[in-house]
């Protein structure tokens, strides 16, 4: 195979990189960290469940944007992106609940 002919194709192609969750980290290191996770991973080190996540991202028009989370079909998977969740958690704990912890400007 030439991978000069095919690695243009590959390059645009490309599925971007997941993140790895260490098993060190506590619930302010990950929040703290940058790049995409596995919500799966996410919340083992959150005190909220895989379930309580999606039910919200369900419930809202723009997800990826708002929560920074969202299904990817390329993944088959729900992804963090980790910048605008971490925002997002930092509301909730602030308010104390996942409907007025929202951003409405």
Not at 7 to 30: C, F, M
Not at 75 to 84: F, P
Request: charged share 35%; hydrophobic share 30%; glycine share 4%.
């Amino acid at each position: 195979m030439r991978m000069k002919k095919f690695a243009p194709y590959y390059r645009a192609h490309r599925l971007p990189k997941i993140q790895t969750v260490e098993k060190s980290w506590d619930g302010n290191t990950l929040l703290s960290q940058e790049g995409r996770f596995y919500l799966t991973d996410v919340c083992e080190k959150i005190p909220f469940s895989t379930h309580q996540i999606r039910y919200q991202v369900r419930r809202c028009d723009n997800p990826k944007e708002e929560y920074g989370v969202w299904k990817d079909e390329q993944y088959k998977a729900y992804l963090v992106d980790m910048e605008k969740f971490s925002k997002w958690m930092k509301r909730i704990w602030v308010h104390g609940d996942f409907n007025t912890g929202r951003d409405d400007d």
